[in-house]
């Protein structure tokens, strides 16, 4: 019974330490995953000239699951044709979209490269794309060293932390 | 619900609060409408019947522009954004000639702050002003003259429409097109290979290069491009029997046609005159006309409304069909 006590307890602080360490490791993929999406979007927009929503569901194809969802309900918005202009449905998918793995100032790019999203002509929109991938490229280096610095440090915490209450109750 | 193909598409392009009170003039009437404007901080208007009136927000059409609708500059910022489905990027070439063709072949017209860079009108921005242009699609208004174009040996006479603004040349020029490209059963006439040069997307209304009116099914479409350069490319590219092109004026178009007629393809064009007179006055006009390139005239007029055909002539200036004229029906 007490083992099972222990064990109970090792396993549920390690795995509260694995989820804070999880954090830091999903800002580094979301971010990654988001430079690639705006460079291919920005390809796109450059070469294709399609409209917004069709690039959005093109590319979706291609992108890693954590923010397909985004791209799908953003391109979903503008062909309701319920009026929406394409800010507007970025704003709203990124409002839905946002699971809080992201910190406040990746948001905030994300939402001021929604504001110029295909609001202007082609070379302008080449601006908003670099701005946007550059911005996020600061922080992508930043989430990485936090991601090296807390990944392990959250992940030994969980795991010390149940090993010392266990030998507490000993 | 209107009738009108693709109505929806019209719709989804006006910004929410107009289009809810577009949406709310009865259906008899918006049937009818042929323009919608939006004028920034101005009365909201529709032109039906040759004539204006007003909306109300509650779609009332109306005489006095106090109880209209006033569009906002909201409004004005919006409707681009709808228009192009949120990618301004994709229409550039189509702003700078001040107009978008939308999908269903409608076509808006923009007026805004011209932005130039060396001397060529860069793009438009700050856009005050729509114009939404609800293109007639009329089918069979060539039908009681089309024998008239076809010679003995089932070829094509190389005609010119000539006809003042708004008289339906182009509905008539499409008309014959779709005719000519599908094949005319009772007068034994195979479909011809057609190339449309399509410069200002209103033959047959392209929205993403795909046409949206009915021009027949061995028509070949060049969306946009000048139609000197069109003509020449078409020629090489598709070999057509007939080429269709839309207003002829400039000194390069005339050249074109000089060595599409070498060529042994057939043309139909159009032009801006009242009649063979008011052509006569143009110089590089004057020049094809007296070396008698066209062997078709028709002469359009809006005595009877819209597309009515007054008289067609011969290369000679004889009369081959006489008007006043009217065919056709509103294809539902």
Known sequence: MKLLGMLLVFFSTTSLGYMAAFKYKMRFRILKNLISALNLCKIEVTYSKDPMAEIFITISSSLDKSIKPLFIKAAEILLENKGYSGGEAWEAALKEWDSGYLKKEDIEILRSFGYGLGKSDVYSQEKNFDLAVELLKRQLSSAEEENKKNEKLYKNIGVLTGLAIIILFL | ?332
């Open chain 2, 1 to 332: 619900m209107n009738p009108r193909k693709n109505f929806e598409e019209l719709l989804y392009s006006l910004p929410p609060s107009v289009r809810e009170a577009i949406a709310r003039i009865p259906c008899e009437e918006l049937e009818e409408v042929e323009e919608i404007r939006l004028r920034v901080n101005k009365p909201l208007s529709v032109y039906l019947k040759s004539e204006e009136k007003f909306v109300s927000k509650e779609g009332n059409l109306i005489f006095t522009p106090s109880s209209a609708y006033i569009v906002t500059f909201e409004d004005c910022e919006k409707a681009l954004q709808l228009i192009s489905k949120s990618s301004v990027y994709a229409f550039e070439e189509e702003i700078r000639n001040g107009y978008i063709t939308l999908r269903g072949g409608y076509r808006v017209g923009i007026v805004g702050k011209c932005v130039l860079e060396n001397g060529y009108i860069k793009t438009l921005k700050n856009i005050s002003g729509y114009n939404y242009r609800i293109s007639k699609e009329i089918k069979g208004v060539s039908e009681k003259i089309i024998e008239h174009l076809i010679t003995p040996y089932k070829n094509i006479y190389n005609t010119l429409i000539i006809s003042p603004p708004q008289c339906g040349k182009t509905t008539l020029l499409r008309d014959i097109t779709r005719n000519l490209s599908n094949g005319i059963d009772f007068l034994g006439l195979k479909g011809k290979k057609v190339g449309v040069v399509d410069e200002r997307s209103e033959i047959a209304g392209c929205h993403n290069g795909i046409p949206q009116m009915d021009v027949g099914i061995r028509t070949d479409v060049l969306d946009g491009c000048p139609k000197a350069y069109g003509m020449i490319m078409l020629i090489r590219s598709m070999s057509p029997e007939v080429i269709v092109t839309d207003e002829i004026g400039k000194k390069e178009d005339i050249q074109a046609i000089h060595e599409v007629l070498n060529t042994g393809v057939k043309i139909i064009t159009t032009v801006h005159a009242n009649d063979i007179d008011d052509l006569m006055k143009k110089p590089v006009l004057k020049e094809i006309i007296s070396l008698k390139y066209f062997q078709r005239y028709i002469i359009l007029s809006r005595r009877l409304g819209a597309g009515t055909i007054e008289k067609m002539l011969d290369e000679n200036f004889d009369i081959v069909f006489k008007g006043p004229y009217r065919g056709g029906t509103l294809n539902k």
